[in-house]
């Protein structure tokens, strides 16, 4: 029986979500709470209380004996249910399994080099992966995962071996309290992940949004590149520059955009460890 997951939402094209012109699914539902989150309503899955049926204005929602139902054709993306939700979170979501889910990509496969799941965190659902990225290797389509850096690979070849890239959030430094200001958790062996996927051709890139006085950006980045140096020239450090944009305001009052120079300091660090940095 195939295995159902959260499906927040399908994008049939993007260029931000790795190499080419690629399909994105983000599912829902995540196991960290980071401070600078730009999605937070995919943090917490619907519990169906039903407090975000009286305020959508187009009648898009929707009461059944399975929950809150969402009706897709008729919403307007208001965003009112998000605001109302008492756990920040979209009843906009559909448990789809891994063929309904490619099958909303098929219309496009001639337009598209591959296809990212990414979260919320996609790696709660690794046999909805599994089977997906089974189906988009038979056509033809690389499968790359976004991942926050809370998943052990090793125990998963069966995931291991369908997945083409992995991009890997370096939230901060696992092996200090700054992980548990950012995330809300304490902190895994995303380094070490990191390295393993590294010598298995299997790290695309590792990502870090920089916000300064959160965590020490430059000692992490150095860290990071450190682990990886020399393994694999193909590898790529994303720097994102913290943008409030989506952020929930208690987090973004909090939080300081980097400037040009401590991102170009960042980016430095990364190419004198000979790994290609690339700041958004």
Known sequence: MSERAPVNRILRSSIVDGPGNRAAVFLQGCNFDCVYCHNPETIALCNSCGRCLAVCPAGALSENAGGVLWEKERCLFCDACIRTCPRNSSPRTRFLTAEETIAEIDPVLPFIRGLTVSGGECTLYPAFLQELGALAKERGLSFFLDTNGSYDFSGNTGLLEITDGVMLDVKADPDNTE???????????????????????????????????????AALV?????????????????????????????????????????MEELAGICESCGIKAVIV
């Open 179 to 217: 992980y548990k200001k950012v995330t809300g958790r304490n902190g895994y062996d995303t380094l070490g992940f990191g390295e393993f996927l590294a010598r298995k051709g299997k790290l695309f890139e590792f990502r870090t949004v920089v916000s300064p006085g959160l965590f020490n950006a």
């Open 222 to 262: 150095d860290k990071a590149c450190r682990r990886i140096k020399g393994v694999d020239p193909r590898i790529q450090y994303k720097l994102i520059r913290y943008r409030p944009v989506g952020v929930r305001p208690d987090k973004a009052a909090k939080l300081a955009v980097p400037g040009d120079s401590l």
